[in-house]
């Protein structure tokens, strides 16, 4: 199954970044991150990670003290937080 990540602010707002054939993807500012953002303050080196377990897509928060938001909700660092899908209209 084929996921994508949108951008929702900036200059890149609404490029899609692809997350296939990878089973944990990693988003931070950290050099081992498959998504590098740029550094700031708010942004841990390994910020969090998406997870894919057949074809459902997950997103785990990795740093207590950097917050990860879905849809305005932070979620807790080490808990997998299950993310609703929608196909492309």
Do not use: S
């Not at 997103?59 to 299950?82: F, K, Q, R, S």
């Amino acid at each position: 199954m084929r996921y994508f990540l949108i951008v929702a602010n900036g200059k890149r707002r609404g490029l899609p970044i692809p997350v296939e054939q990878i089973d944990l993807f990693y988003v931070g500012t950290g050099p081992m991150c498959h998504m590098r953002m740029t550094p700031h303050e708010q942004v841990a080196d390994q910020h969090c990670a998406f997870i894919t377990r057949g074809k459902k897509l997950y997103v785990d928060a990795l740093d207590a003290d950097h917050p990860t938001y879905v849809n305005g909700d932070i979620i807790m660092e080490g808990v997998d937080w299950p993310l609703l899908l929608r196909r492309p209209a």
